[in-house]
């Protein structure tokens, strides 16, 4: 194992991310640190024994004994929380977060970290429908991706320390990506689909349409209920990538509304056949 | 029941919802007769005791016996049916469909079809990602809607005896619309969402995405593995009901996207509360 077990891990807000990382790394035996807002939480996750302990305050003591520090915060409270309260990082300390967006967090941390502590982002694309450490569950992970968007100030061992901590959490697929590249495919895949899902719910206020909606609908909808605080963050702080998504769903869109206008059967068949083609890629495997 | 036992029902085309509608109907102990295109289907079909018997021609016996005859054809197919063969029916038969659209098909197949003949229209909202007799099954219309469009031109014994049917068959919810009010529902319910799925399912053809994909994209691209042939047709069956449900998307969709241009968070705020209250009236009951 790359990551030393006598490492001190401390995981700041524990919810239903945070807590599932505790989850798993108590069961390989690190020493689990949690600092988080609500108390109820600290309560439970010792009683739970998913961590060792913790506090609503910024305990230096915790802080400063931590040799990896996990961030799943939202990402304005992760960036302020850095600028506040860095000096009390330990030397040489490894901080990660949990960060749904790369591009606009990961530069600004990095431009104002001690030069003694290194930050390496890395998103783990996995979440449910419910929030909370009592939500949490060491299973999330299994089937999901974990992407590391390392930048020119990154060591290789950072990298190395980051995809470990992936694998030891049971993501099935753990790579890299640039910040950039993290952004547009994230914009496309996740920030894009709650756009329409959410544009879907709201589009059509007719009542009664409940009554005759099949799996088609649900499907497309299940995201629909949606955290609005944190996606409208997330969105914004996405802005060009998630932007340059859209434009290119609604230039799509507009083409297949040409076509039903025109009656253009050869060339809605060849947009579906395209689709059946492309969607074949993506299955689970 | 309602409908005699006695009745001999005629299924015109043996795919997977024939089929289906064939193997409960059987069971139920009418004689079920079936005419289809392919010999393997007929035979397949008797040999597993889903009809009693069928041909693949135009049997005038077949068909001048039938008390009820059930089209499942596509709806240009169906229409040009009735306008070649009406003649070998019998005098007294009911006729219906499984036909997705109903505007357009209502009206011009009962406006030309003999006066002792009844055409009551319904269709089946239910389906499965498979074509074939041969997966045909009879319980795909359990939990699924069923709804009978009658015109001013149906008697209220060919409506009861429809929707004495669909309750055969299986279905969870049995209900009636006018067409105009079902291809509205249609047009945004199903047809919408399948546009939205195969637009975003091409609108983005970069590399490797599908190593990245998580189950919302997943959720929202199922049903873009679509036959080209059935739903080109079905779009343009439908077409002015439908534009004016792309036309409310494309509008609110315009709408969000302003909002994430001008970052303006309270507005995609209550939009998504908006979308999230909503979603929860579309929960299976």
Redesign the interface.
């Known amino acids: 194992m790359i990551v030393d077990i006598r490492k001190r891990i401390l995981i700041v807000g524990l919810g239903l991310l945070g807590g599932s990382y505790a989850k798993v790394l108590k069961r390989f035996g690190f020493h689990i640190s949690a600092i988080t807002k609500e108390q109820g939480s600290i309560d439970y996750a010792i009683k739970e024994n998913i961590i060792d302990d913790g506090s609503t305050e910024l305990d230096k003591e915790l802080i400063g004994n931590a040799d990896i520090v996990i961030f799943a915060l939202y990402p304005h409270v992760f960036v302020e929380w850095i600028e506040e309260n860095q000096s009390l990082l330990k030397s040489g300390a490894l901080i990660t977060d949990v960060t749904g967006v790369k591009g606009s967090i990961v530069y600004k941390i990095q431009d104002m970290l001690r030069p003694d502590v290194e930050f390496i982002a890395a998103h783990p694309?996995a979440g449910r429908e419910v929030s909370g450490v009592e939500n949490s569950s060491d299973k999330i992970f299994i089937g999901?991706?974990y992407?590391v968007t390392p930048t020119e100030k990154n060591t290789e061992e950072a990298i190395e320390t980051c995809m470990e901590l992936g694998r030891l959490l049971g993501f099935s697929?753990v790579?890299t990506l640039s910040p950039k590249e993290h952004d547009?495919?994230i914009g496309?895949?996740?920030q894009?689909?709650?756009?329409?899902?959410?544009?879907?719910?709201?589009?059509?206020?007719?009542e009664d349409?409940?009554?005759?909606?099949?799996d088609?609908?649900?499907?497309?909808?299940?995201?629909?209920?949606?955290?609005?605080?944190m996606?409208?963050?997330l969105?914004?702080a996405n802005?060009q990538a998630?932007?340059e998504?859209?434009n290119?769903?609604?230039?799509?869109?507009?083409e297949?509304?040409t076509m039903?206008?025109e009656?253009d059967?050869d060339g809605?068949?060849k947009?579906?056949?395209?689709?059946?083609e492309?969607?074949?890629?993506?299955d689970?495997k």
Chains 1, 2 share one sequence.
């Open positions: 694309m999901a991706n992407i697929n790579t547009e495919m496309f895949l996740s894009l689909t709650h756009c329409i899902a959410i544009t879907l719910m709201t589009c059509n206020d007719k349409m409940e009554k005759f909606t099949g088609s609908f649900r499907d497309l909808t299940r995201i629909a209920r949606i955290n609005d605080l996606w409208s963050e969105f914004v802005k998630l932007l998504q859209m290119l769903f609604m230039d799509k869109f507009k297949l509304k039903l206008e009656e059967i809605m068949r947009m579906m056949r395209h689709s059946t492309r969607r074949a890629l993506f689970k």
